[in-house]
């Protein structure tokens, strides 16, 4: 079956940085459309970043400038890039893969404290 493994969460300050990166099998990468959704306590899980298959990027309102999605067909891995860190980011980071059907990670936490 699909697998998706998330890495690259941790505790950082407030205006830190962290990537997050989401490997990918047993999936045809390149035609999935991928994504990193958040879910922090007491909240519904939200979209922060998508990715389509050919590139085109999209982005909550409230990491637009701050975070960047990208992806490497050829590793099979999509990326989150997380600059200027919010207390608010904190949440546990699920990746996604849309081909046919939703498809999940277990999720990395990422905690902004000072």
């Known amino acids: 079956q699909v697998q998706l493994v998330e890495s690259g969460g941790g505790l950082v300050q407030p205006g830190g940085s962290l990537r997050l990166s989401c490997a990918a099998s047993?999936?045809?990468?390149?035609?999935?459309?991928m994504g990193w959704y958040r879910q922090a306590p007491g909240k519904q899980r939200e979209l922060v970043a998508g990715?389509?298959?050919?590139?085109?990027?999209n982005y909550a309102d409230s990491v637009k400038g701050r975070f960047t999605i990208s992806r490497d067909n050829a590793k099979n891995t999509v990326y989150l890039q997380m600059n200027s860190l919010k207390p608010e980011d904190t949440a546990v980071y699920y990746c996604?893969?849309?081909?046919?059907?939703?498809?999940w990670g277990k999720g990395t936490l990422v905690t902004v404290s000072s």
């Open positions: 996604n893969a849309r081909i046919a059907r939703d498809y």
């Open positions: 047993r999936i045809i990468f390149s035609i999935a459309t």
């Open positions: 990715i389509t298959s050919d590139g085109s990027t």
